[in-house]
């Protein structure tokens, strides 16, 4: 399995603006696809975005209620992904987490069930 450590969540105002790390350790992720999820309180963990690698180009895919605001990257060097979050709004409060180890996915319907390496979350609280 992959070690994963998030970092970056804290407290914004609505309509700032945040950048979460997720550090993999362990077997290498270079070539693999890594994920963000998030679980909102009393609320099931969701889908935010996801990036693959492959022969040197990255693919990307977002929810719905992130597309425009929200940037998935990554540092193969550095074994990170990033979550670039853009114009956030109070209902994008949530414990953020990082995925990896893929199993039986869907690249364009990602879920909780298709990722066996989960990190421990970090917070994101978007108020004024």
């Not at 790390?21 to 009393?42: E, H, K, N, Y």
């Not at 609320?43 to 690698?53: L, M, Q, T």
């Not at 693919?59 to 992904?81: E, L, M």
């Amino acid at each position: 399995q992959v070690q994963l450590v998030e970092s970056g969540g804290g407290l914004v105002q609505p309509g700032g603006s945040l950048k979460l790390s997720c550090a993999a350790s362990g077997r290498t992720v270079r070539d693999s696809i890594m994920a963000w999820f998030r679980q909102a309180p009393g609320k099931e963990r969701e889908f935010v975005a996801i990036i693959s690698w492959s022969g040197g180009n990255a693919d990307t895919y977002y929810a719905d209620s992130v597309k425009g605001r929200f940037a998935i990257s990554r540092d193969n060097a550095k074994s990170t992904a990033y979550l670039q979050m853009n114009s956030l709004k109070s209902e994008d409060t949530a414990l953020y987490y990082c995925a990896a180890d893929q199993i039986g996915l869907n690249f364009y319907n990602p879920a909780v069930r298709n990722f066996q390496s989960w990190g421990q979350g970090t917070q994101v609280t978007v108020s004024s």
